[in-house]
């Protein structure tokens, strides 16, 4: 097993495409170590990308914040100014394991590994992030709810990696929330995940939203139909209830010992109203 | 394919060992430097006992690769007492009796250092989150609690 820790993108996808045995990337390696570990995954080559100044930096663009792909929880949360802005994206990335793991894992990580329960993702989704990916064609943008097709599986060609994220220019009165539901209170996998974003107009009412569910379907899902039943509204009764009907009719969980579907769907409802509550609430305050 | 060769350093002192690509920061540390207080629990990231510090940032050394850490700063256990003079988390500890069996007191250990140094005074809630990735087996974790709280109250007399 070959390890490559080269200082630029093109590096990175230089080695990736040439390659000829299996690949892949390292970040946080909380997810791929792990699997290698348990025999999951056996590479040839791996390539570690933390030592591109790209994959770990946190600035600001056009308005917006583009997020290295291998900047770590922990970083996430001790930026300065990005919880204001994205409360939901961050308190989703530090729901990501331990302080250990936090110390570790990256939201690139966290979307490559190609889980439907993976945290950050939902919230990814619901901030309306694109990934900016490098591949031996060059570069190219692609919004995170296309980048995975189903468990395990992703968009990415050969050779390609993501290299950062754009979290776009936020409105004033704008805000976002994630919340999941675990049996216990640290250290689980979502039964169910929801992100929701909105934006305000002058008068409160919601003038933009998104709503995105994890664990609940083989990818994380954008509701655009749970979105639609909220805008226009101030989130009363009525809107929470068509909220929850169309968080629960995009559902399509599976049925194992975490939960059943019917318990995975009501959740889903209950979290997809709760996370637009609370984004409601910090959107006011905003 | 021949083997990585390294440099690092630990506890402060500088480094050089040479490694697989498959083994990890943990491997490196117990059986090629012969520092075995971390210890090896799990190997999946779950229970802490591995906890080490890597350029500052608490880490499961059983997650990293040896080959990752050329040029970086790493902190163990070994780091942690002065000579004979131990850290009073460690003084702490042994007064809570906050230790059964001990192999999961390194972790705790390097752990909560960490946390002290960012947060020197801690509420019981902050003390349990920070140390939600470390298991132990026996205390049933209050007493490690209490060992935490007394030692940041001594570690803020100075
Ligand atoms: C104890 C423990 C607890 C955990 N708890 C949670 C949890 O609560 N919630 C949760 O969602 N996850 C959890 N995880 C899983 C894991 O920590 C996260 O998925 C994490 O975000 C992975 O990030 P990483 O940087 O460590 O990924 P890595 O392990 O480095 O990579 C994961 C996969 O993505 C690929 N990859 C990484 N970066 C890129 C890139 N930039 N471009 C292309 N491919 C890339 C890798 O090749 C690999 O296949 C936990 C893991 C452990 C060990
Ligand atoms: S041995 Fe590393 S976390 Fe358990
Ligand atoms: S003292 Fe035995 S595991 Fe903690």
Redesign the pocket.
């Given at each position: 097993m070959r390890y490559e820790a080269p200082e630029s993108v093109e590096g990175a996808v230089a080695l990736l495409s040439a390659a000829t045995g299996e690949t892949?990337?390292?970040?946080?390696?909380?997810?791929?170590?792990?699997?290698m570990r348990a025999d999951v995954?056996d590479p040839d080559l791996i390539v570690d990308?933390k030592r591109i100044a790209e994959?770990r930096s946190i600035t600001e663009e056009r308005g917006g914040w583009r997020i290295g792909?291998?900047v770590t929880?922990a970083e996430l949360k001790e930026h300065p100014r990005l919880k204001k802005v994205w409360p939901g994206v961050i308190e989703a990335a530090n729901?990501?394991?331990?302080t250990q793991?936090q110390g570790?894992?990256?939201?690139?990580?966290?979307?490559?590994?190609g889980?439907p329960?993976?945290?950050?993702v939902p919230a990814l989704i619901a901030a309306g992030a694109v990934a900016t990916l490098a591949g031996p064609q060059g570069r190219r943008d692609l919004p995170v709810e296309d980048v995975m097709l189903g468990p395990r599986k992703l968009a990415?060609k050969k050779g390609?990696?993501?290299?950062s994220f754009l979290l776009p220019p936020r409105p004033p009165r704008s805000s976002d929330a994630y919340l999941r539901f675990i049996p216990r209170t640290e250290?689980?996998?979502?039964v169910v995940g929801a992100g929701v974003s909105l934006s305000l107009d002058g008068s409160g009412t919601i003038s933009g939203a998104r709503v995105s569910l994890g664990a609940v379907a083989a990818r994380v899902l954008l509701v655009q139909e749970a979105a639609q039943a909220i805008i226009g509204s101030r989130l009363d009764l009525a809107a929470q209830q068509r909220l929850e009907a169309a968080a629960r009719a995009a559902c399509r969980p599976i049925d194992d010992k975490r939960g059943t579907i019917e318990f995975r769907t009501d959740v889903a409802a209950v979290l997809a109203r709760r996370a637009a509550l609370i984004a409601l609430d910090r959107a006011r305050t905003s | 394919m021949a083997k990585h060769h390294i440099e690092a350093i630990v506890n402060g002192d500088p480094v050089e060992f040479l490694c697989d690509t498959e083994e990890t920061l943990l491997d490196v540390l117990r059986d090629t430097l012969n520092l075995t207080g971390s210890k090896e629990g799990c190997a999946?990231?779950?229970c802490g006992a591995c906890s080490v510090t890597l350029d500052g940032r608490l880490v499961c050394s059983c997650?990293v690769l040896g080959c990752e850490v050329g040029g970086r700063r790493i902190e163990t256990i070994e780091g942690m007492a002065e000579g004979e003079r131990l850290h009073p988390l460690q003084q702490r500890f042994l007064e809570h009796a906050a230790l059964q069996c001990g192999i999961c007191t390194p972790g705790f250990l390097v752990a909560s250092k960490a946390l002290l140094e960012r947060t020197p005074e801690p509420t019981e809630h902050e003390i349990r989150y920070w140390l939600a990735?470390n298991l132990c087996r026996c205390t049933g974790y209050d007493k490690i609690v209490s060992a935490v709280k007394d030692a940041a109250a001594t570690m803020r007399k100075g």
């Open positions: 892949r990337v390292l970040a946080g390696g909380t997810d791929l170590l792990v699997q995954v990308i994959t792909a291998a929880g729901l990501i394991g331990s793991i570790r894992a990256t939201l690139g990580g966290n979307l490559c590994n889980s329960a993976a945290d950050s990415l390609e990696i993501i290299v250290m689980d996998i979502a | 999946s990231g779950d997650l990735g």
